[in-house]
């Protein structure tokens, strides 16, 4: 059996894509994502999968972000047919997700030939289309957390709960060669624990003799979600009622964007919020929002006694969902202060760009990252503080009072990392392969997991093939 490396490897946080051959060649591909936020560079890499998408025989899929399912679509239109195996509630959220991201491809192909035409170039077609993303998800097959379900005699997987977002999900295979059983786990996203909305991640693992895990955090710790929320309530009131300006919250439509509408809602429920309007500018994160209503057996037991109270914490009453072009145009005659919420969170794509590059040049606005940004994307070059950035092609002045949160992330620290895999017997780990994380980080997590007894690990080159 072989194991290839063919995303979020090499220093890379997104494009996760690992490819598993059996013994008897079966080709079982673990997460399809994209890469994102390096502009044409980018596309290439997408394209170049370096497998070919009719001779996968399934796919097993951790959880709906985009960097993780962003390209389930392309290896459809490029001759796949075999299951896509995945948790119900992550099954419901690519749904929308992947269709928005086609007809994000879409729009993104159209305005690139436009530029194309100018220069007498022949167009591009987009990597996929929203007519590629619905056929796609006819593939999809759900499958609940915590119930070992085999694809083939020889294969085995099980589902465990990350609390990354909303259905996401480890995976823990068992493979059989001849009379030898091999075990897999795959971390993918793991979550942090004690936060707000979702269970905590499963730790709670059957042992496997090779782990592949992430390490996005792997060379820092956060704040707690406590202190996350008094700073969140200390920028608002800084932001809003004392220097009279909008608050831009550049957020994923997928689980952030909920956590922070419910840390709001907490906070206006305690009288800790001023009198302002909050709008939530994504359709994606609206419908997404809605998903989130129908999956109550993925929240905590703190949430759910909050339910009992507040029947809806995702809604109040200064709280506007956005859906139109229309409405969200109307922001920007917005002069009192408020809060804008919007996609996406690298501020690379979506609404919130346009809603930076009518605000990021006065010192009134403040602009608040709550999450990881990949170092190339537009947020990593707000956020870094660079005076001057592109904009839809246009140069902004940074005038704008920068703030940042991450312990509203969806990814663990370092130490939540160690939890998450404290139930390991590192005696008995062969190998641990480090992924998902820039350079500093998977060098600094292998320190720590030397020091926590798991003495083999290895940090994979991308497209390395490695025999287990």
Known sequence: MKIEFLGASGGEVTGSKFLITTHNKIKILIDCGMYQGKGLETDEMN??????????????????????SG????????????????????????????????????????????KRLAKNLPPVEPIYTMRDAMDSINLFVSVPYNMPFKIIPDCTFEFKDTGHILGGASIFF??????????????????????????????????????????????????????????????????????????????????????????????????????????????????????FRHHPECFNDEMREYMVQDPDPFGFENLHYIRTIEDSKRLNNINQPCVIISASGMMEAGRVKHHLANNINNPKTTILS???????????????????????????????????????????????????????????VKQVFIVHGEDESRVAFAEHLKKAGFKKSHIPALKESVKL
């Open 47 to 68: 394209r170049d999968l370096g497998f070919t998408p009719a001779e996968i025989d399934y796919l097993i899929l951790s959880h709906a972000h985009i960097d993780h």
């Open 71 to 114: 390209l389930i679509p392309y290896i459809y239109k490029n001759g796949f047919r075999g299951q896509v195996f995945c948790t119900p509630a992550t099954r419901d959220l690519c749904n929308i997700m992947l269709a928005d991201s086609g007809k994000i491809q879409e729009a993104d192909t159209k305005q690139f030939n436009k």
């Open 370 to 428: 709550v999450g990881y940004c990949s170092p190339r994307t537009l947020g990593a070059r707000i956020m870094r503080g660079d005076h001057e950035v592109s904009i839809f092609g246009t140069k902004y002045a940074v005038k704008a009072q920068l703030e940042r949160i991450d312990s509203f992330s969806g990814h663990g620290d370092y130490k939540e990392l160690l939890h998450y895999l404290s139930g390991q017997d590192p005696k008995q």
């Open 174 to 291: 068992t493979f059989k060669e001849g009379e030898n059983l091999k075990t897999l786990l795959y971390t993918s996203d793991v979550g942090r624990y004690n936060k707000r909305i979702l269970k905590d991640p499963c730790h709670d693992l059957p042992q496997a003799e090779y782990i592949i895990t992430e390490s996005t955090y792997g060379d820092r710790l956060h704040e707690t979600i406590e202190d996350a929320e008094q700073k969140l309530m200390m920028i608002v009131k800084d932001a809003c009622a004392k220097r009279k300006g909008k608050l831009i919250i550049p957020s994923f439509a997928i689980g952030r964007t909920q956590e922070i509408v419910y840390a709001l809602n907490r906070l206006h429920n305690d009288h800790n919020l001023p009198d302002i309007d909050i709008f939530v500018d994504s359709p994606l994160a609206v419908s997404a929002t809605e998903i």
